[in-house]
C-alpha cells in the first residue's frame, strides 16, 4: 500500500523557519516527481514546489521563491521542504503528492491531476 506521511508542521512566528519532510511508504521516492502543495481556507490548493523525478530540477511559484526549498534524501526515501522567512500568508494545510517516472522543468507549474500520490497533510501556521 502506498503512503505518504507528511510532517513537521506547526506554529512559527514571521521571519521563522520550518523544515516538512514527506515520507514515501511502499513507494521509492527516487523514481517519482514530488510536489509540495498548500491549501488555506476558502482558496485552492496551490503547488509550492516541485521536485523533478531527476532529483535536481525543481520549479516555484514567485510567491514562495527564493525561500522554499525542495530537495530529497534517497536513503531515508523522504522529500523536504525547507521553508524560510515565513509569512502569515504561508499559513495553510501542506501537501506533498507523487507521480510515478515524471521528468518536469523549471518552469512547470503544477497541477493537481499530474500527482497520483497524496499525503493527508500537515499544518502550517505563521501568526505573532
Known amino acids: 500500500q502506498v503512503q505518504l506521511e507528511e510532517s513537521g508542521g506547526g506554529s512559527v512566528q514571521p521571519g521563522g523557519s520550518l523544515t516538512l519532510s514527506c515520507v514515501g511508504r511502499?513507494?521509492?521516492?527516487?523514481?517519482?516527481?514530488v510536489a509540495w502543495w498548500r491549501q488555506a481556507p476558502g482558496k485552492e490548493r496551490e503547488g509550492v514546489a516541485v521536485?523533478?523525478?531527476?532529483?535536481?530540477?525543481?520549479s516555484y511559484p514567485e510567491s514562495v521563491k527564493g525561500r522554499f526549498t525542495i530537495s530529497r534524501d534517497v536513503d531515508k526515501n523522504t522529500v523536504f521542504l525547507q521553508m524560510q522567512d515565513l509569512k502569515p500568508e504561508d499559513t495553510a494545510v501542506y501537501y506533498c503528492?507523487?507521480?510515478?517516472?515524471?521528468?518536469?522543468?523549471?518552469?512547470?507549474?503544477?497541477?493537481?491531476?499530474?500527482?497520483?500520490?497524496w499525503g493527508q497533510g500537515t499544518q502550517v501556521t505563521v501568526s505573532s
Open positions: 503528492s507523487a507521480e510515478f517516472g515524471f521528468t518536469t522543468h523549471t518552469e512547470y507549474t503544477p497541477a493537481p491531476n499530474d500527482f497520483g500520490y
Open positions: 511502499g513507494i521509492t521516492l527516487r523514481n517519482y516527481a
Open positions: 521536485l523533478s523525478k531527476d532529483g535536481y530540477t525543481t
